[in-house]
């Protein structure tokens, strides 16, 4: 009870943050001056300049400015603020980004992380279809305030799949996302989850001939943890931890999370394939 | 001339059976398993190069010569790391 009150706080604390508002953006954050298509963390607050002329200001404790070009588009509004926005500012409030979608099972959380295109939406997208509802879709957000566990925190981007991909997860589409990306916003088979969950596995993917799902153990785990080098920047600019606290991070993920490397064919019948056999891996692992 | 782990320069973790070993100044890991893992817990307990093969042989019962050039190459491995230390 003490740790799920302590977690409520430190969340309700990153919705707080994570509020916005429109208004007029600076070109520059502490004496630096930031391009179009550029990013600055500096002094607890974040920056983004983007070439559409968005702008996107995180201020400590005033939340979120958004600035709007002429002619703006809602659709990429959302994506920066659901994305390079919400991760940097999640940073700056001590929560860890993965690159990673997720689904839930027995109270815990099951994540899968890769290169973009791996596949990590629709195989946990898919995974509705075995009565696994969604956790999060592309970005996982851990919380580590509390010493002996790793919690993960619900998503907050809504679920995105293409037209393909709707068919072979079963999910519902709701709404495009726009014109140029080819995806819908969609609702997974068997719903999602919207409260924070103890982190069990993340899942490493990779493309093979054969379906295997290997447990990464010892010190693979920890350099596992080097995949993710997107989020791990954001995270290195937003909290610029030392050596010695990016390798006592890294310890503690390492001995916490349960790890796997899942390898499956990438084709249609592949994709079937591993989804029933992912779901007896988390119901075997959950056991 | 005692061999010591190069205390400051370091900062090690245990995973599994496993320690994990990062130099502070480079950044690079180690993973440490078997007899490195064994030379590497040995050196907290202020020995010199004779001392550590009398420990290794105690504990994995190989014969001293079989096991010296063995212990020499991590030794440097580990000095070459910024990871030793001698006094």
Same mark, same amino acid.
């Given at each position: 009870?003490? @740790? ?27 004496? #630096? ?13 974040? /920056?983004?300049?983007?070439? +559409? ?17 002429? @002619? ?9 603020? @659901? ?5 940097? #500012?999640?940073?700056? @409030? ?32 898919? /995974? ?13 957000? #851990? ?6 566990? #790793? ?50 596995? /993340? ?21 596992? /943890? ?47 394939? +591993? ?13 | ?24 100044? *480079?950044?690079?890991?180690? *993973? ?8 590497? !817990? ?40 910024? !990871?030793?230390? *001698?006094?």
């Amino acid at each position: 009870m003490k @740790n799920t009150c302590l977690h409520d706080h430190v969340a309700s604390r990153l919705a707080s943050e994570i509020r916005w508002q429109y208004g007029e953006v600076p070109h520059g954050i502490a004496g #630096v001056h930031v391009p179009p298509g550029f990013r600055c963390i500096a002094d607890g607050c974040f /920056l983004l300049r983007c070439e +559409s002329g968005y702008g996107y200001l995180y201020e400590p404790g005033r939340g979120i400015t958004i600035e709007r070009p002429p @002619n703006a588009d809602p659709d990429e509004e959302i994506l920066w603020l @659901n994305g390079s926005v919400y991760a940097g #500012v999640a940073c700056l @409030n001590g929560f860890l980004p993965f690159h990673a979608s997720a689904v839930a099972h027995e109270g815990r959380v099951f994540a899968f992380t890769g290169p973009a295109g791996a596949g990590k939406s629709t195989l946990a997208a898919g /995974l509705g279809r075995f009565g696994f509802p969604l956790f999060c879709d592309d970005t996982l957000l #851990v919380d580590l305030s509390i010493a002996d566990q #790793v919690l993960a925190m619900p998503g907050h981007k809504r679920l995105k799949l293409r037209e393909d991909a709707l068919a072979m997860t079963g999910a519902t589409a709701v709404q495009p996302v726009g014109a140029e990306t080819g995806k819908h916003y969609a609702e997974p088979l068997a719903g999602s989850i919207a409260q924070s969950l103890p982190f069990d596995t /993340l899942v490493f993917l990779r493309e093979g001939p054969e379906l295997t799902w290997e447990p990464i153990t010892g010190a693979a785990r920890f350099a596992m /943890l080097e995949d993710d080098h997107h989020t791990q920047e954001i995270y290195a600019e937003a909290v610029r931890p030392t050596l010695a606290e990016q390798f006592s991070m890294r310890a503690r993920l390492a001995g916490q999370l349960r790890m796997a490397r899942l390898v499956r064919p990438r084709s249609t019948a592949g994709f079937e394939a +591993s989804l029933a056999f992912v779901a007896d891996r988390i119901r075997e692992d959950a056991a | 001339m005692i061999l010591t782990k190069a205390t400051g320069h370091f900062t090690e973790t245990e995973i599994d059976d496993e320690i994990v070993v990062m130099s502070l100044e *480079s950044g690079d890991f180690f *993973s440490l398993t078997g007899t490195a893992k064994a030379i590497w !817990l040995a050196l907290d307990a202020g020995l010199d190069r004779h001392g550590l093969i009398a420990h290794l042989v105690g504990e994995f019962g190989a014969a001293p010569n079989a096991i010296g050039p063995d212990v020499d190459t991590f030794l440097e491995q580990l000095r070459g790391a910024g !990871l030793l230390a *001698s006094r």
